[in-house]
């Protein structure tokens, strides 16, 4: 019988919460306010990543059988029908929270997401372009937050830019990697947290005049001194929390390519998405919404810690 952990571990669980903040991230970014049914789009986010590990495991199952026999479709723990009919769910599912939460022009951007998604899986993972490939897969989910709209394409482009250094790096996840790969996926963290943290003016500055807007009608303006430090400070800190969480495990990879190394800077890199997006999103000031992700960033720890202990799968 197939358990519910058993699809939990399908679906990479804990990692489904590094996409939370995608949409985040571009919503900010393109001038948005996370209200109402705005906040389905995270859910959507997490649906179609979910959809997309599913596919991951279905289409890789002959070779998971040699070189992960482990994974839930070659151990037996799940069908390979079991998961394709968890990656038909959760891709209908994503569509259609994305329509509800950004109505035709979020599901007008979710639609190429999950085409880019069943492409990356199916044809282009094990070619020269797979880490493009899975790099639009995750900028196509920050524009999802976006609308599409253009003023969030530099955000989308840094969270492109940093899933295509862990992507290249994963590719010696099983056989090793090498001190070149290493050296060149150091360099793209370096160049992500440069582009993250730069500053978002225009985002920045329409939060302000909303704000004063705001204040202007008797509430509480938000655009002092004090807001634009705390800002400012938050996106320093999240900046030094996704280079801490990605350039020791990096280091030790450029010093020994060797599997395991490669695998757990690959996770590091995988779980520092949540603090650059952080990051992303403290640059335009929605301090609130950089707040709830460093919230996300402690629970995926805390499940990451529990799995490893065997609490989790």
């Known amino acids: 019988m197939t358990s519910a952990a058993d699809l939990l571990d399908l679906v990479r669980a804990p990692a489904a919460l590094t996409v939370i903040g995608d949409t985040l991230a571009g ?14 789009l995270p859910a959507a986010s997490v649906l ?16 998971d ?3 992960r026999p482990e994974r839930p479709i070659p151990s037996g723990r799940v069908s390979a029908g079991q998961a394709l009919a968890v990656v038909s769910g959760c891709f209908a599912a994503g569509l259609a929270l994305a329509a ?13 997401l999950v085409g880019a998604i069943v492409l990356y899986n199916t044809v282009a993972k094990s070619t020269p372009l797979g880490p493009l490939s899975m790099a639009a897969c995750r900028g196509l989910d920050v524009m999802m937050g976006a609308g599409g709209e253009r003023r ?10 940093h899933t295509a250094g862990v992507t290249l790096q994963s590719r010696g996840e099983v056989h090793g990697g090498s001190v070149g790969v290493a050296g060149a996926t150091l ?3 370096a160049a992500s947290a440069v582009a993250a943290s730069s500053g978002d003016r225009g985002a920045f500055e329409a ?11 008797g509430s509480t303006a938000t655009t002092s001194t004090a807001w634009r430090i705390g800002a400012a400070l938050a996106t320093i800190a999240a900046t030094a929390s996704y280079l801490a969480a990605t350039v020791p495990t990096q280091l030790r990879t450029l010093d020994d390519p060797s599997a395991g190394n490669v695998r757990t800077a690959t996770r590091a890199g995988i779980g520092a998405m949540i603090p650059l997006q952080t990051t992303l999103v403290a640059r335009t000031g929605a301090l609130g919404s ?8 402690l629970a995926r720890r805390a499940l990451s810690a529990r799995r490893k202990r065997g609490d989790v799968t």
């Open 27 to 40: 919503g900010h970014a393109g001038g948005t306010r996370f209200t109402g049914r705005r906040w389905l």
């Open 48 to 63: 179609l990543y979910s959809g997309g590990m599913a596919l991951n495991d279905y289409a890789d199952r002959a070779l």
């Open 65 to 67: 059988a040699e070189e």
């Open 100 to 112: 509800a939460g950004g109505g035709r022009r979020g599901l007008g951007v979710a639609v190429p």
């Open 152 to 161: 969030a394409v530099p955000a989308a482009a840094t969270v492109a830019l």
């Open 187 to 189: 360099a793209i963290t």
């Open 207 to 217: 939060r302000s005049a909303g704000s004063a807007a705001i204040g202007r009608t």
């Open 290 to 297: 950089a707040a709830l992700l460093t919230g996300v960033d």
